[in-house]
Nanobody, 132 residues
Framework: DVQLVESGGGSVQAGGSLTLSCAVS????????LGWFRQVPGKEREGVAA???????IYANSVKGRFTISRDNAKNTVFLQMRSLKPEDTGMYYC???????????????????????????WGQGTQVTVS
């Protein structure tokens, strides 16, 4: 089974930075994409960013220019660098893995090209980010 473990969440003031990490294990596919999602109580989980094995990345419009997703394939880790944080970035952040490439696992919405949670079957337990 694929396992994902997030870390790096915390509380930060608006304008600050945080870097989330996600350690991935148990992946058997040679190609898979990794995504970050966030959720606040009472709202649906939303895609934030994702990175494919070939280096392709996508970002929600709300985080473009502020967040950067990166993968260290040798260490099976994905990162989400978050800068210029805003209160609306507050939420539980989840890391997820998909055996599909981003050409399939992308959803085009009014929020931009975001990872489609329906194609991500393996999820971490989440890490809380609070921006005040």
């Amino acid at each position: 089974d694929v396992q994902l473990v997030e870390s790096g969440g915390g509380s930060v003031q608006a304008g600050g930075s945080l870097t989330l990490s996600c350690a991935v294990s148990g992946v058997t596919h040679s190609r898979y994409c990794l995504g970050w999602f966030r959720q606040v109580p009472g709202k649906e989980r939303e895609g934030v960013a994702a990175a494919d094995s070939d280096g392709t990345t996508i970002y929600a419009n709300s985080v473009k220019g502020r967040f950067t997703i990166s993968r260290d394939n040798a260490k099976n880790t994905v990162f989400l660098q978050m800068r210029s944080l805003k209160p609306e970035d507050t939420g539980m952040y989840y890391c997820a893995a998909s055996r599909f490439g981003l050409h399939i696992a992308t959803m085009y919405t009014s929020l931009g090209a975001v990872p489609n949670p329906n194609y991500f079957r393996s999820w971490g337990q989440g890490t809380q980010v609070t921006v005040s």
